[in-house]
């Protein structure tokens, strides 16, 4: 099932990249024999047509001037509560960033299953390695979709599911940790397993029904659903100081600062993919060196 789910990102991913480059190279071919006059005046008007200004689009390759090229790697920031619309290179950079990932994801999971020496171990890798796989390749078919620029419906609800699935992924996380012996035996720490999903729940909630909108709330909401949790790690000093759950919070915390500037920073999305990639790379070694296979003197007891 996660292989599938990997295989069907990433291909869907590289198939519509490739194909969204084949229709505009045949459109531009097609095109050569128009006036220029004439193509201008085209491309005003499919300009003036758009939602959002898409001053990058690849068909400005022709522009002269710094202000062209540098349209090439963004667009103009987007209205209040109105999505961005990356341009080409920015779409293109989105899909690769997290396509890229989806296969290593997988090899990823595998990898846990085999090694977990317990069915507690099992489980709560599988929750975390499912969560990972989820992440990228819902995301790389969202993105791809997107890039494609049909089948609204189908990106509309992709874009509901990549949403949602970051908050899957924080709480799948933070489960593994959570279910240390250490924390589930102590009274103030016990109850953060669950809280942490009753979280997530409402993080989904509230973006499903402000889709796109009050984006500084949703962020918000995302950082504190990160960070709650660490209160109760923060109870096992050696654990909550180690370098790889250290290393993949302070990336996950810099990506975000690209997630809120698009329109501000080129590929600031694809950046942001970047750092999430960096940040679950981190805690994936975290999870493989402390939680499992069997015991020893830096390993935890997962129940």
Same mark, same amino acid.
């Given at each position: 099932?996660?292989?599938?789910?990997?295989?069907?990102?990433?291909?869907?991913?590289?198939?519509?990249?490739?194909?969204?480059?084949?229709?505009?190279?045949?459109?531009?071919?097609?095109?050569?024999?128009?006036?220029?006059?004439?193509?201008?005046?085209?491309?005003?008007?499919?300009?003036?047509?758009?939602?959002?200004?898409?001053?990058?689009?690849?068909?400005?390759?022709?522009?002269?001037?710094?202000?062209?090229?540098?349209?090439?790697?963004?667009?103009?920031?987007?209205?209040?509560?109105r999505a961005y619309v990356p341009t080409d290179i920015e779409h293109i950079a989105n899909v690769i960033t997290?396509?890229?990932?989806?296969?290593?994801?997988?090899?990823?999971?595998?990898?846990?299953?085999?090694?977990?020496?317990?069915?507690?171990?099992?489980?709560?890798?599988?929750? $975390?390695?499912?969560?990972?796989?989820? #992440?990228?390749? *819902? !995301?790389?078919?969202?993105?791809? @979709? %997107?890039?494609?620029?049909?089948?609204?419906?189908?990106?509309?609800?992709?874009?509901?599911?990549?949403?949602?699935?970051?908050?899957?992924?924080?709480?799948?996380?933070?489960?593994?940790?959570?279910?240390?012996?250490?924390?589930?035996?102590?009274?103030?720490?016990?109850?953060?397993?669950?809280l942490v999903w009753l979280m997530a729940f409402f993080g989904i909630l509230y973006q499903q029904i402000y889709?796109?909108?009050?984006?500084?709330?949703?962020?918000?909401?995302?950082?504190?659903?990160?960070?709650?949790?660490?209160?109760?790690?923060?109870?096992?000093?050696?654990? $909550?100081?180690?370098?790889?759950?250290? #290393?993949?919070? *302070? !990336?996950?915390?810099?990506?975000? @600062? %690209?997630f809120k500037s698009d329109g501000r920073i080129p590929c600031a999305h694809a950046i942001w993919h970047l750092?999430?990639?960096?940040?679950?790379?981190?805690?994936?070694?975290?999870?493989?060196?402390?939680?499992?296979?069997?015991?020893?003197?830096?390993?935890?007891?997962?129940?």
């Amino acid at each position: 099932m996660l292989a599938t789910l990997g295989t069907v990102g990433l291909f869907s991913g590289a198939a519509v990249v490739s194909l969204r480059l084949f229709n505009r190279n045949s459109r531009h071919h097609k095109s050569n024999d128009v006036p220029t006059a004439v193509k201008m005046h085209e491309n005003r008007s499919e300009s003036e047509s758009e939602s959002e200004p898409r001053r990058g689009d690849l068909d400005l390759y022709g522009l002269s001037g710094l202000y062209g090229l540098y349209g090439l790697f963004m667009n103009d920031p987007p209205a209040n509560n109105r999505a961005y619309v990356p341009t080409d290179i920015e779409h293109i950079a989105n899909v690769i960033t997290h396509g890229l990932c989806v296969v290593p994801s997988v090899l990823g999971v595998t990898f846990l299953s085999q090694l977990a020496s317990t069915r507690n171990q099992y489980v709560n890798g599988m929750i $975390f390695g499912f969560a990972l796989v989820a #992440l990228f390749s *819902v !995301s790389t078919s969202f993105h791809s @979709v %997107f890039y494609l620029g049909r089948f609204r419906f189908l990106k509309e609800v992709l874009h509901r599911c990549d949403r949602a699935t970051i908050y899957i992924f924080i709480a799948a996380s933070y489960t593994p940790w959570l279910n240390i012996r250490e924390l589930r035996e102590c009274s103030w720490t016990s109850n953060f397993g669950w809280l942490v999903w009753l979280m997530a729940f409402f993080g989904i909630l509230y973006q499903q029904i402000y889709h796109e909108r009050y984006k500084w709330i949703e962020i918000t909401l995302y950082l504190i659903i990160g960070l709650f949790p660490a209160v109760a790690l923060s109870k096992i000093q050696e654990l $909550f100081f180690t370098k790889e759950l250290m #290393l993949g919070g *302070v !990336s996950y915390m810099v990506g975000v @600062v %690209f997630f809120k500037s698009d329109g501000r920073i080129p590929c600031a999305h694809a950046i942001w993919h970047l750092f999430v990639g960096l940040g679950a790379f981190y805690h994936y070694l975290a999870v493989v060196k402390y939680l499992m296979g069997a015991k020893n003197e830096r390993r935890y007891q997962v129940v």
